[in-house]
């Protein structure tokens, strides 16, 4: 079973109503659409909603734990960690756009599953809502 | 399917991704600056029923005839709202 | 049907509030349940304050009277407000701050979501 599949039955057996992915592309430190994304996400937990998040593109690197906004004295990324252990949030990214930006030491504390480019179609469709920021 | 919303032009890596992993029963709605993918070849391999925000593409100076695709009021808009389930954008 | 729009880029620098209203005109015509939901730099179009050039189109004043006239909810990110030093004596009358409680409440409750991205 593919991990989308099994993505799809967990949901169903949970009873989990509205499926909402969040997405960003823009990298962190530059912009701060990696920290609303999952600002946003964890804002979800008050309804009926599984929110999981999507790093893509550029926003890879913020998956890195050489990544650190905070150095600039910007807002950082790692505040999320316990959300996401709390939260069990569900982080994915993406295999070639880790590959293209060249990210290393991808922080465990993300929990990140990697996708690849080909799977994203049926994984966006397996959501009821895409939201990118 | 879903209805894929589109508002940046070809330069935006996002909208290339959500334009890529678009399916065939998908309403691809192209808004504001989306609707520079209306242009030219952009297109070619992209799955999905397109569709053009009639006055953004207008407003930009092309006209009627330049746009391969559905050119849609936003009466159709909210039609093609109401007719998709699942939202992508 | 339930209808909500997200925008999240800033009024008069983006067209999204402009695409966002004219969305949000067409459904209620069609005597459907809309609401705008604001977030991040989109709260400034609630700012009273707004002042644009004569020839200009006021969009405070728009989704002002959209919701005094036409049944148009807004709501407001909160936290989105206090960044941005918008206070809530700033707000358009009928415009409700708000927050990620709400969004999230909105992302369930209605039948159709759409979002500008940022």
Known sequence: ?133 | MALVLVKYGSDNSAEKIKLQTAKNSDSIVLIQDGIFWALNDELKNIQGNINVIKEDFLARGYSEEECKFNLLDYSEFVDLIEKEEKFIG | MKITIQVMAQPYTYQDLDSAIKIAEKALEKGHEVGIFLFCDSVLAINNLVKPVRQDRNIPKILESMIAEKGLKVDICGICMDYRGVTKDMIIEGANPSGLPELAELIYESDRFISFMA
Do not use: C
């Open chain 1, 1 to 133: 079973m593919s991990q989308i599949d099994s993505l799809a039955l967990w949901r169903e057996v949970n009873f989990m109503d509205k499926k909402v992915l969040f997405v960003v592309y823009q990298a962190p430190v530059g912009a701060i659409w990696t920290n609303e994304v999952y600002r946003t996400a964890f804002g979800m937990y008050g309804e009926d909603i599984e929110p999981s998040v999507l790093i893509m593109n550029e926003a890879s690197i913020g998956l890195s734990e050489n990544t650190k906004p905070e150095s600039l004295n910007l807002l950082p990324i790692k505040m999320v960690h316990r959300f996401i252990k709390k939260y069990e949030t569900e982080v994915f990214g993406v295999e070639e756009h880790l590959e293209k930006f060249n990210v290393k030491n991808i922080d465990e504390k993300f929990g990140m599953k990697a996708l690849k480019e080909e799977e994203l179609s049926d994984f966006f469709h397996s959501y009821d809502l895409v939201i990118y920021m």
